[in-house]
């Protein structure tokens, strides 16, 4: 059948419509009125961030862990505050929020949202993109969902596909990325079994190094007992609240998890079925990294493989997948809209690209597709990859006992091997 990224675009469009145009009139019609409009409303979230790089400068980071001061703080200065506010990230995390601390709302989120968003473009940059690619990037979903609330998760993108792609050629800045990933706990599960599988020591020792001097630094500036505070207070924290959180908020979890609270199970339930899809996610991680593969089908698989391991995921963590899927789709060909290819590859990935801005939707009508889009996305692109390597195996055999060496196209993951 023929169908592509391309031809699946123009769905994008009524979804971006939708969000960025029709949503945002509504709630300036319905909420906030003309004489309730704030900036604030934009990116709530995002003052958390700002709060906690202010009290860092300040030295009272040690109060960012009381969650009841903490909340009630958020609730006053974010209009009409509502929601969960707790601060739950480690204070590694304060040492890239010290630049923004003298800023204003609005710049701070300016720069913080443009640095996130910039990195995550730069570490998937490739010359070859055309330009519906580029917007494909810019507009996706994922990006949407980190701008509307002010999150991190671009960031974070930005520092995993960086260490991945660097991985084969730049060990050492490829370690440093991948240890920066580690300010979000919950994505840094799988780093230790990529650098122990993939045998390189040099991006596991700058791995370490990494994150040893970013709990040094946050422990040197911001207070010599706050990762202990942090260990005491955070983990009881997140237990809890991923136990007893019910309503709207569980649709912001698309892990399998996340899948199984907003049904209605309990977090026991909850758990019993992420524990497997965890443990495959390892296990499959481990088989990418144990012999050497094609490294943007292998970099999009652990991606998703990331995603898929930890309990503790929300919507816009899925931009750690953008740089991943941006180059995979550009390099097999996906964006041409003379690309012939099988109907449930481009499918299953355009449907996790566009799960930022469905599953919660859908969630909320007892259909929480998220593990469900991710995992069948990851088993299309396992696929693809052995039926790849299967025939260019054949090929080598093919040429006989004249020359059987295979090409070595490793020159910056700019060319993806094709069936």
């Given at each position: 059948?023929?169908?592509?990224?391309?031809?699946?675009?123009?769905?994008?469009?009524?979804?971006?419509?939708?969000?960025?145009?029709?949503?945002?009139?509504?709630?300036?019609?319905?909420?906030?009125?003309?004489?309730?409009?704030?900036?604030?409303?934009?990116?709530?979230?995002?003052?958390?961030?700002?709060?906690?790089?202010?009290?860092?400068?300040?030295?009272?980071?040690?109060?960012?862990?009381?969650?009841?001061?903490?909340?009630?703080?958020?609730?006053?200065?974010?209009?009409?505050?509502?929601?969960?506010?707790?601060?739950?990230?480690?204070?590694?995390?304060?040492?890239?929020?010290?630049?923004?601390?003298?800023?204003?709302?609005?710049?701070?989120?300016?720069?913080?949202?443009?640095?996130?968003?910039?990195?995550?473009?730069?570490?998937?940059?490739?010359?070859?993109?055309?330009?519906?690619?580029?917007?494909?990037?810019?507009?996706?979903?994922?990006?949407?969902?980190?701008?509307?609330?002010?999150?991190s998760g671009m960031l974070a993108g930005g520092f995993l596909y960086g260490g991945l792609r660097l991985m084969d050629r730049h060990p050492a800045w490829a370690g440093v990325l991948l240890g920066c990933v580690s300010i979000k706990p919950?994505?840094?599960?799988?780093?230790?079994?990529?650098?122990?599988a993939h045998r390189s020591i040099i991006a596991l020792c700058a791995c370490v190094a990494t994150v040893a001097f970013l709990v040094d630094a946050s422990a040197v500036f911001f207070g010599s007992g706050l990762w202990w505070i942090y260990?005491?207070?955070?983990?009881?924290?997140?237990?809890?609240?991923?136990?007893?959180?019910?309503?709207?908020?569980?649709?912001?979890?698309?892990?399998?998890?996340?899948?199984?609270?907003?049904?209605?199970?309990?977090?026991?339930?909850?758990?019993?079925?992420?524990?497997?899809?965890?443990?495959?996610?390892?296990?499959?991680?481990?088989?990418?990294?144990?012999?050497?593969?094609?490294?943007?089908?292998?970099?999009?698989?652990?991606?998703?493989?990331?995603?898929?391991?930890?309990?503790?995921?929300?919507?816009?963590?899925?931009?750690?997948?953008?740089?991943?899927?941006?180059?995979?789709?550009?390099?097999?060909?996906?964006?041409?809209?003379?690309?012939?290819?099988?109907?449930?590859?481009?499918?299953l990935l355009f449907a996790v690209y566009l799960l930022p801005i469905v599953n919660i939707a859908l969630a909320a009508h007892g259909f929480p597709v998220g593990p469900i889009f991710t995992a069948l996305a990851l088993l299309a692109v396992?696929?693809?990859?052995?039926?790849?390597?299967?025939?260019?195996?054949?090929?080598?055999?093919?040429?006989?006992?004249?020359?059987?060496?295979?090409?070595?196209?490793?020159?910056?993951?700019?060319?993806?091997?094709?069936?």
């Amino acid at each position: 059948m023929f169908i592509s990224f391309a031809r699946l675009q123009v769905y994008f469009l009524v979804a971006l419509l939708l969000i960025a145009v029709v949503y945002p009139l509504y709630l300036f019609g319905t909420v906030m009125g003309l004489d309730g409009f704030d900036l604030r409303r934009v990116g709530a979230d995002f003052y958390q961030f700002l709060l906690a790089s202010r009290l860092a400068v300040s030295g009272n980071a040690a109060q960012l862990y009381d969650f009841s001061w903490f909340y009630n703080e958020v609730q006053r200065n974010v209009a009409d505050g509502s929601g969960f506010y707790a601060w739950v990230h480690p204070p590694s995390m304060l040492v890239f929020l010290v630049p923004i601390s003298g800023l204003t709302y609005l710049q701070a989120y300016t720069v913080w949202m443009g640095m996130g968003g910039l990195l995550s473009f730069a570490v998937a940059f490739s010359r070859r993109a055309p330009i519906r690619a580029v917007t494909f990037f810019i507009f996706a979903p994922a990006t949407l969902v980190n701008l509307f609330y002010g999150q991190s998760g671009m960031l974070a993108g930005g520092f995993l596909y960086g260490g991945l792609r660097l991985m084969d050629r730049h060990p050492a800045w490829a370690g440093v990325l991948l240890g920066c990933v580690s300010i979000k706990p919950e994505l840094f599960m799988l780093i230790p079994i990529i650098l122990i599988a993939h045998r390189s020591i040099i991006a596991l020792c700058a791995c370490v190094a990494t994150v040893a001097f970013l709990v040094d630094a946050s422990a040197v500036f911001f207070g010599s007992g706050l990762w202990w505070i942090y260990l005491e207070t955070v983990p009881s924290l997140v237990t809890t609240v991923m136990a007893q959180g019910e309503g709207s908020f569980l649709y912001l979890i698309p892990s399998a998890f996340g899948a199984m609270r907003s049904l209605g199970f309990s977090a026991t339930a909850g758990y019993m079925v992420q524990l497997p899809v965890t443990i495959i996610a390892f296990a499959v991680t481990f088989w990418l990294f144990a012999r050497e593969r094609e490294p943007v089908a292998r970099n999009l698989a652990v991606t998703l493989c990331v995603l898929l391991a930890t309990p503790f995921l929300f919507l816009w963590d899925y931009a750690v997948l953008s740089p991943a899927l941006y180059l995979y789709a550009t390099r097999t060909g996906l964006f041409d809209d003379d690309m012939n290819t099988p109907l449930m590859e481009p499918v299953l990935l355009f449907a996790v690209y566009l799960l930022p801005i469905v599953n919660i939707a859908l969630a909320a009508h007892g259909f929480p597709v998220g593990p469900i889009f991710t995992a069948l996305a990851l088993l299309a692109v396992v696929v693809r990859m052995i039926d790849a390597e299967r025939t260019q195996a054949s090929l080598v055999d093919d040429e006989g006992e004249g020359d059987n060496s295979v090409p070595d196209d490793r020159d910056g993951d700019e060319e993806l091997g094709t069936t």
